[in-house]
């Protein structure tokens, strides 16, 4: 269990991870903007639009999650358990959540959890790339001929 001054120094930490984000997001929300502009454009490749298209959608998926993930330690510290392991209940040491304040696992869990994230990102990846790669090319079609 966390001491008050701990749970104070854990909840700025939050703080600061939400204003962070909450940066990106105007900073993505601009480059969105500029990203409409640019459509139409001939001097843009359509291949980079698409990957840079591709980069972007990654990026909000990531921030909404990251996103979620303070908002429910926050909920987490409220409740006295920010320091209570996910998946196998041990404790999570104040030092480990100064670091990664959004973590929920202990190390063990979490080395564990991040292989199977890799694992799951790569066969994700793949399948995102092989979508865009089918709808582009249909899209592209009729202009070669
Ligand atoms: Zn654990």
Redesign the pocket.
């Known amino acids: 269990m966390l001491s008050q001054k701990e749970k104070t120094q854990i909840r700025a930490v939050l703080a600061e991870e939400l204003r962070r984000l909450s940066k990106k997001g105007e900073s993505a929300l601009s480059y969105s903007m500029n990203h409409e502009r640019n459509i139409g454009r001939d001097s843009i490749d359509e291949s980079m639009e698409e990957e840079l298209f591709s980069t972007e959608m990654r990026l909000h998926d990531r921030e909404k999650f990251l996103l979620g993930k303070i908002n429910k330690q926050i909920a987490r510290l409220e409740a006295d358990e920010i320091d209570v392991?996910?998946?196998?209940?041990?404790a999570i040491s104040f030092r480990r959540l100064l670091a990664r304040p959004v973590t929920t696992?202990?190390i063990?869990?979490?080395e564990q959890s991040e292989r199977e994230e890799q694992a799951t990102e790569q066969a994700g990846r793949a399948g995102g790339f092989a979508e865009l790669g089918d709808s582009g090319d249909e899209a592209k079609a009729p202009a070669e001929e």
């Open positions: 392991c996910e998946d196998c209940g041990e696992l202990c063990e869990c979490k």
